[in-house]
């Protein structure tokens, strides 16, 4: 029943990403990304985890450029079926991974007791702070070995009252969207 429904709202979230358009989302993404920056979160956060944007998601790659200037930032890669994580030194040490996702080479990084803060995408997060992603299951799995504040970001159009949630769905301490703060 809750996967039928999940089913049945990534399609909607779908549809509504591509009539907003990638253009339009990316203008929205500039604005959100400033609400985050300017966060206690993030401020204070010395190693980040966050992710390289694919089309129509919230655009975190000018940012993560940016960041690596003063901040660790990580990025995941998919290795059989699992998140890990590598850091992140500039667009020219990528290549296209799972899912047609640009991704990181280098060492693989494992001390997630020092992330202080991780920028989690989704499609639709809801005011209770539960997350629905892509329904493969890798950041639920991920994030229960990371400490660190979860900051979930989206736009405001992917922001619901409630979503359907199971129990193994990780929440976030932080939802941000181009309009609105979920705290």
Known sequence: MIDQQKNELRKSVFLAREEKGEQHLLDLSESLISRLESTDYFQSAKTILCY?????????????????QTKTVLLPVVEHKELRLKKFVGKEHMVRGSFNVMEPVGNLFDHYDSIDLVIVPGLAFDLNKNRMGYGKGFYDRLLPKIKAKKAGICFDFQLFEQIPADTFDQQMDLILTEQRSVL
């Open 52 to 68: 390289f944007a694919l089309p129509f998601e919230v655009n975190t790659i000018p940012a993560i450029n940016r960041w690596i």
